[in-house]
T-cell receptor, first 115, second 115 residues
């Protein structure tokens, strides 16, 4: 079954504020994590990824933090914009064995950005 | 670069009928994935192809679902006979190679409603 979950199903922020979306995972063998953004009527879109040998990775306006001790992942979006409104999923993978390439997705967090 | 193409975008059928979905991955991508996304949930992997061979179909309900990728490019996913609980979005994704470290690119999905 799925081993990835999210703490909150919805998050509302004001335009310009920072957003933090959290994710908990239960499989300690997972060694690769990805954040996807899914807008209404579209497929998931890759945002950023992180491997288990890192605890932080930064992209353009986004930062992913990984805490392996408590099996927690977060996505930080700086200066949130209306175009960031979407459902955000974390996904995990074990890079090896028969499940290679199989991503396990959480349920998702709906981010709404108010002007 | 063209993205992953899927058709049809929407399909409504009655239970016990059959339905087929088509996917054309990004050119040159060896690995192709079919996911099922039930409303309010994250995508769940159904089957994974490496070129024209199946490498992971452990989560595919094989009594009613089938998929093929005969020439290692396009793929079709079929449901026969459909049940009410098959109502979902069916997403196709592709990646250059198989592996958790390789970004999976998703198509827009096919929305299936079984009445």
């Amino acid at each position: 079954g799925e081993s990835v979950g999210l703490h909150l199903p919805t998050l509302s922020v004001q335009e310009g504020d920072n957003s933090i979306i959290n994710c908990a995972y239960s499989n300690s063998a997972s060694d690769y994590f990805i954040w996807y953004k899914q807008e209404s009527g579209k497929g998931p879109q890759f945002i950023i990824d992180i491997r288990s040998n890192m605890d932080k990775r930064q992209g353009q306006r986004v930062t992913v933090l990984l805490n392996k001790t408590v099996k927690h992942l977060s996505l930080q979006i700086a200066a949130t914009q209306p175009g960031d409104s979407a459902v955000y999923f974390c996904a995990e993978n074990i890079q090896g064995g028969s499940t290679l390439g199989r991503l396990y997705f959480g349920r998702g967090t709906q981010l709404t950005v108010w002007p | 670069e063209a993205g992953v193409a899927q058709s049809p975008r929407y399909k409504i059928i009655e239970k016990r009928q059959s339905v087929a979905f088509w996917c054309n991955p990004i050119s040159g991508h060896a690995t192709l994935y079919w996911y099922q996304q039930i409303l309010g949930q994250g995508p769940k992997l159904l089957i994974q192809f490496q070129n024209n061979g199946v490498v992971d179909d452990s989560q595919l309900p094989k009594d009613r679902f089938s998929a093929e990728r005969l020439k290692g490019v396009d793929s079709t996913l079929k449901i026969q006979p459909a049940k009410l609980e098959d109502s979902a979005v069916y997403l196709c994704a592709s990646s250059l190679v198989r592996g958790g470290g390789e970004t999976q690119y998703f198509g827009p999905g096919t929305r299936l409603l079984v009445l």
